[in-house]
Each structure stands twice: as structure tokens, then as C-alpha cells.
């Protein structure tokens, strides 16, 4: 059993930068596939980063690459979301995620369904 709780959301004008992150109970963090998603009003659930239980490999929707930076310390049983350059688009809450080790090694880390547990969210809301 994995609990994740989210923090540093907020409100920020557009170009400025937030860092969220995910800090998770457990012994067995570091074995987990982490994923971070959003989900705005009205919208589906959205695949944002995701990185691979030892850190070394990471991936990312295509209207984040460039502007957000996902990482992870095992030591600290925590997951970032470095996000820069925001966007108005990028409104939404914020959700971290985990799951077994292979869901990195596939297409299913992008998928919500791949992962088991999940954080309640934090807003983030980039004004114009």
C-alpha cells in the first residue's frame, strides 16, 4: 500500500514557475513506475511526465517537454514536477501517481488505468 500526498500548487502569472511535489508512504517507493497527470474542468484525466522506479528514464506529453522537468529522490520517498514557462493551458489539478516497475518499460505509462494509487490533487492555476 502506497499513500501520495501532493503540495505546492498555487496561483501564478503566466511565464512564472511552480514545483510540485509528491511525498509517499512506504518502504517500497522505489520500486514504483511515478507519474504525475492533470485534469482540467470539464476534461479527461491527462497524462503529463513520468519517470522509471530508478529515476534514470523519464517521459513526457509533447505540450510539456521543454518547460516541465520531472524527478524523483528515493532517498526521500518523493517526486517533483519542476514546471516553467506556464501557461494558462496549463490550469488544471494535478495528480501523482504510482505503479509497478514495468508500467515505465510500456505505452500503459501514459494511460491512468496502469497505475494503483493515487494523490487527492493539488490546483494550479496560471492567470493570463
Known amino acids: 500500500q502506497v499513500q501520495l500526498v ?7 502569472q503566466a511565464g512564472g ?3 510540485l511535489s509528491c511525498a509517499a508512504s512506504g518502504r517500497t517507493f522505489s520500486s514504483y513506475t511515478m507519474g504525475w497527470f492533470r485534469q482540467a474542468p470539464g476534461k479527461e ?4 511526465a513520468a519517470i522509471s522506479w530508478t529515476g534514470g528514464s523519464t517521459d513526457y506529453v509533447d505540450s510539456v517537454k521543454g518547460r516541465f522537468i520531472i524527478s524523483r529522490d528515493n532517498a526521500k ?11 494558462p493551458e496549463d490550469t488544471a489539478v494535478y495528480y501523482c501517481a504510482a505503479g509497478s516497475s514495468v508500467v515505465f518499460t510500456t505505452t500503459r ?14 490546483q494550479v492555476t496560471v492567470s493570463s
Open 45 to 48: 484525466r491527462e497524462f503529463v
Open 109 to 122: 505509462r501514459a494511460h491512468p488505468s496502469a497505475y494503483n494509487y493515487w494523490g487527492q490533487g493539488t
Open 6 to 12: 501532493e503540495s505546492g500548487g498555487g496561483l501564478v
Open 17 to 19: 514557475s511552480l514545483r
Open 77 to 87: 520517498n518523493t517526486v517533483y514536477l519542476q514546471m516553467n514557462s506556464l501557461k
